[in-house]
């Protein structure tokens, strides 16, 4: 894999995978299985180029010609790894790059859709990972709370040991929220903003807060 972006190097049109309730970060792995006849074909022509591919969210909106919307917000990454299986699909491992603002969407002759995008506002993502000294330990049993209400499971011994960027990306994206509290922890500048939106978030849920209050951001 290729260690290292630059701003320039980063394409200003990319290939897009709308998927409500998928995010991820820089540095973090999104795996994905692709199935779809528009998206073999985008990992394909990615693979042919640059092996990069921006994952974004649908916002349950519907604009013109019946086609979803998205969010301003994504997240390109780089194909680490690929393979193919009997049936025809791709098991593919995303490794997050730089998150991306949308500007417009590019006409094609391809399956898949192509949106032109700027990375203005995300160049720390480029840079090297923020090392926090942070007690995770709160928010770790505060999780695991959310699990059970959930019934949901995972290593926690493993979880414990994981440093807390790591631990905070991780749980954004696997936890059981909303499309609209997944892209508000997208957006989130920084770790340590996102740590806050993630307590925050945790709290209502394990507080017991109804639907209405918990969409109030």
């Known amino acids: 894999m290729k260690k290292k972006y630059s701003k320039a190097e980063l394409p200003k049109e990319l290939p897009v995978f709308p998927l409500s309730n998928a995010i991820f970060f820089p ?3 999104l795996p994905l299985n ?5 998206y073999k074909q ?12 921006g994952m974004i969210q649908s916002n349950q909106k519907v604009g013109e010609n019946n086609i979803p919307e998205v969010y301003d917000i994504g997240c390109v990454g780089y194909i680490e790894y690929h393979s193919n299986t009997p049936d025809g699909r791709y098991l593919i491992n995303l490794k997050g790059v730089s998150r991306f603002k949308v500007e417009k969407e590019i006409e094609t002759n391809n399956m898949y859709r192509t949106f032109a995008v700027n990375y203005d506002d995300f160049e720390s993502d480029l840079n090297d990972e923020e090392k926090l000294e942070l007690n995770t330990l709160d928010l770790i049993e505060k999780t695991k709370k959310l699990f059970n209400k959930h019934q949901l499971s995972t290593d926690w011994k493993i979880v414990e040991k994981v440093e807390p960027s790591q631990l905070i990306n991780s749980l954004a994206m696997i936890c059981p929220f909303t499309i609209s509290e997944k892209q508000r922890l997208l957006e989130t500048m920084n770790i340590k903003e996102r740590n806050d939106v993630l307590n925050q978030i945790i709290n209502f849920y394990i507080l017991g807060n109804n639907e209405e209050n918990r969409n109030i951001h």
């Open 27 to 29: 540095k973090t792995l």
């Open 42 to 53: 985008m990992t394909e022509h990615a693979l042919e180029k640059d092996n990069l591919i």
């Open 34 to 38: 692709i199935f779809e006849p528009r």
